[in-house]
């Protein structure tokens, strides 16, 4: 159930809605202590509900907390309050880089320009053993000071399940009137489809499919369903670059075909180095 506006969870005091998803609620609030906007995630029943899953978490929030990086939204606190658990974040202004490819694919500098400052934010997690797991357009945030990595990671487990992370993929894409699915699957890595044990060259491959998509405008695997999706990313080799937006520097194209690389021996290692 929704919260109401002048809801309190600890010292913080809902004020509107932002947004909602497979992944929890967020709502902008007010932190009464510091005076100062925040955004207030409230997590999944089934995450609240789990010990292990929730003692994990609440381990893992400590490291991400440490991440002081400027592309990367701050974690503030956590807590829980009648059997409701929450994360206070940095309230960050600005539009998602997932609304601004509505409008198109963005002029070169601004690739470059965001490009760049993700992939520091990334380095910087890895370095300290957090992965992303999620990137996508939807969480990254465009704002006056550069881009910022929303929702930073909630865990970094040693494997994943394919079948569950089909189950939560579902819950958090949008399914269009032909029955589409869309989001954050066609940002899976390959070893994230097959439910491999990631590591930081998952983040990079889903690096790839947003600069790819930044660049181009259009999606570096598609499909009709989540099957056909897996499909590509695992067997299949996007557009290249240079037959969508031919004045794309090729330094650039080798950078996105590096990081798109499939996952197998010594590609993925040369993924790893090329992107990072």
């Known amino acids: 159930m929704p919260l109401a506006p002048g809801t309190h969870l600890g010292p913080y005091e809902i004020s509107t809605p932002l947004g909602a998803g497979g992944m929890g609620e967020v709502y902008r609030a007010r932190d009464t202590r510091l005076e100062r906007s925040v955004a207030i995630k409230i997590l999944p029943e089934q995450l609240s509900k789990d010990p292990t899953r929730k003692q994990r978490f609440e381990r893992e929030a400590k490291t991400i907390s440490s991440l002081n990086h400027p592309h990367i939204c701050t974690l503030h606190d956590i807590g829980s309050q009648d059997g409701i658990d929450y994360l206070v974040m940095e309230c960050v202004e600005g539009e998602t880089l997932a609304k601004r490819l509505q409008k198109g694919p963005l002029p070169l500098d601004q690739v470059l320009k965001y490009g760049a400052q993700i992939a520091d934010a990334l380095d910087k997690a890895h370095r300290a053993g957090i992965v992303r797991r999620d990137l996508k357009p939807g969480n990254i945030m465009l704002t006056a000071s550069g881009a910022k990595l929303l929702d930073f990671g909630l865990a970094k487990p ?22 589409t699915i869309v989001g954050t699957f066609q940002y899976m890595s390959p070893e994230q489809v097959e439910g491999k044990e990631l590591d930081g060259r998952s983040d990079i491959f889903s690096l790839g499919a947003v600069l790819y998509e930044m660049v181009t405008g259009k999606r570096a695997f598609e499909g009709k369903s989540q099957l056909s999706v897996a499909s590509a990313i695992l067997e299949k080799e996007p557009k290249p670059i240079s037959t969508i937006q031919p004045l794309t520097p090729l330094a650039l194209d080798h950078v996105v075909r590096k990081c798109l690389a499939k996952n197998s021996g010594r590609e993925v290692a040369e993924r790893g180095r090329s992107c990072q």
Do not use: N, R
Request: aromatic share 0%.
């Open 158 to 179: 040693a494997a994943v399940a394919s079948l569950a992370t089909l189950t939560v993929t579902k819950m958090d894409s949008p399914v269009t009137e032909q029955g």
